[in-house]
């Protein structure tokens, strides 16, 4: 009897540890008991031949996740993060910063982007995008891998 609730005890905690990170915030940390953060994920983008007439043209090239393997010509390489942010408390947020921390493989950190939203109302969804482009790019190229850390200050 004893071996059977074993058995079912340990299953039950599998269930609910396995299950704990199926949430929007999984792997961002800070404020998140205020906002609540959903993100896309990371995409590459570059262009070739960027400008026409001094109007920059849709990217070219959109590849998921950090991709080092770009052609020789492709101009304004970019690292983007899209998603929103949602309050969830009953006051409004006067300011809420996503940091984007970018490390390699080994965990390094890169370095750090950070996105402001302001004005966040009660219940209220905003849409975010931090872009890493070509000027900060040699200190990301090596980027495998990000989080996410939100901080608010309320009204």
């Given at each position: ?8 005890s340990l299953v ?29 994920g990371i995409k ?72 402001c939203v302001s ?37």
């Amino acid at each position: 009897m004893n071996k059977h609730l074993v058995v079912i005890s340990l299953v039950c905690l599998l269930i609910c540890f396995g299950l704990s990170g199926c949430t929007q915030n999984s792997g961002i940390t800070g404020d998140t008991d205020k906002v609540t953060v959903s993100v896309d994920g990371i995409k590459t983008k570059w262009y070739i031949g960027a400008y026409d007439q001094g109007i920059k043209q849709y990217p070219d090239i959109v590849a998921n996740g950090f991709y080092h393997d770009y052609p020789n010509d492709a101009d304004d390489i970019r690292y983007e993060i899209t998603g929103s942010v949602k309050n969830i408390v009953d006051r409004p947020i006067n300011i809420c910063f996503i940091n984007a921390t970018f490390s390699d493989e080994e965990g390094n950190v890169l370095g750090i982007i950070s996105y402001c939203v302001s004005d966040l109302f009660m219940d209220e969804s905003k849409d975010f995008k931090i872009s890493v482009g070509e000027i900060d790019l040699a200190y990301f190229e090596h980027a495998e891998k990000y989080t996410l850390e939100v901080y608010v200050t309320l009204h």
